[in-house]
């Protein structure tokens, strides 16, 4: 089931209880709640301003929450500094200390604690082969790759145990190819070692391939904590159907009421069948989401008459061919764009299409979500 508001979990490690964040007149977080587990890789996702990096500060005690509570294991550290947190934070940029070596840089916390020597120097060989940098040791953060720099960064992190690691953004200065092997690099340590990790991304795809759980912020509010699955199949509103992934939203009025009830399509005329039909008023405004990937196209003059439940005529508008998947632009006969996508593996009819031609699109009822906001 989605959770628009994250809810209460008994079996919560990390709780945020009402908090907010005013900087003057502006609410950077507002009234939020939310539980984290033990163990789980959780990402605060959200555009600019959003607030989910004031939100990963304030868990961290880098900012004072105007209001509300924080607590670990039902511990209450809202009042706690931060060098005395359970936590630790890995930084967008790293801030690895230039002047010294990689082992130097891991054991920093560790010195400051006044780990034994021996001690220390097994904790960072122990991390060094948990980031798979062993015989890295000795050299300077400016001798390292960015990926390297990174899990040198992940590994001081990590150093002093902390119940909850926090990243702000982390990958965000890899290029893409490194960036999708960090993540998998990423998630192998998390799982390897149990500890919960807080991501705060702004990249939709990064969350999806990487957590457990999805938190969506939008203008300080927490819109909607799902899992990946759960939030781009079933997402809480319109928001959330445009902010994971791409998707196609039709509006639609509301005709009759009961078992009579209809929803006729504003953009395409006739009536829309979606998978949720709870009891709507008479003549409230609606949307139907529907992903593209679930979007059927057929030509009129070849292929069958698809049988789903919602039909639409138009023009094939755009094709954009991106090597494994073709993604298609239909322009409706009333002007509406939808966006559908084929796989590399087109039948002969798909393969003949040609834009300007004459087309069906056509989705089932259980691939349509009605959303009310």
Request: charged letters at 25%; aromatic letters at 6%.
């Amino acid at each position: 089931m989605s959770d628009p508001v994250g809810g209460k979990d008994r079996d919560a490690y990390l709780s945020i209880k009402q908090i907010s964040k005013h900087f003057a007149e502006v609410k950077a977080v507002d009234d939020v709640s939310l539980d984290i587990r033990q163990g789980e890789f959780f990402c605060l996702l959200g555009g600019s301003g959003s607030g989910k990096s004031t939100l990963l500060r304030m868990i961290a005690g880098l900012e004072i929450a105007t209001s509300g509570h924080i607590e670990i294991e039902g511990q209450d550290i809202t009042a706690v500094p931060p060098w005395s947190r359970p936590v630790n934070m890995m930084f967008q940029s790293y801030a690895l200390f230039p002047h010294m070596n990689v082992e130097k840089n891991i054991a920093y916390g560790l010195k400051q604690d006044g780990w034994p020597k021996d001690a220390m120097a097994e904790r960072v060989n122990e991390l060094l082969e948990l980031v798979q940098l062993t015989g890295y040791g000795g050299r300077k953060p400016h001798q390292l790759s960015g990926g390297q720099r990174q899990r040198v960064a992940l590994a001081r992190a990590l150093a002093r145990k902390p119940k909850v690691l926090l990243l702000d953004e982390p990958l965000s200065a890899l290029d893409k190819k490194l960036r999708e092997e960090t993540q998998r690099q990423l998630l192998a340590i998390q799982q390897e070692i149990g500890t919960t990790f807080i991501m705060v991304t702004h990249d939709q795809e990064e969350a999806m391939s990487i957590a457990t759980r999805i938190g969506v912020m939008d203008h300080g509010k927490l819109v909607q904590v799902d899992t990946p699955r759960e939030m781009y199949e079933r997402p809480a509103n319109r928001f959330i159907a445009g902010f994971i992934g791409q998707v196609n939203v039709f509006e639609g009025k509301v005709e009759g009421a009961g078992k009579a009830q209809k929803i006729i399509g504003v953009d395409t005329g006739g009536e829309l069948k979606a998978a949720e039909h709870s009891e709507l008023q008479d003549g409230s405004t609606v949307w139907i989401a529907v992903r593209p990937e679930r979007v059927l196209l057929k030509t009129k003059s070849r292929g069958r008459a698809a049988k789903a439940a919602n039909k639409s005529s138009g023009t094939l508008s755009d094709i954009m061919y991106l090597g494994g998947v073709t993604h298609l632009t239909v322009t409706l006969d009333g002007g509406k764009l939808v966006r559908t996508m084929i796989s590399e593996h087109w039948d002969e009819d798909e393969a003949k299409l040609n834009i300007g031609d004459a087309v069906e699109i056509s989705f089932e009822q259980r691939a349509a979500v009605l959303l009310d906001s």
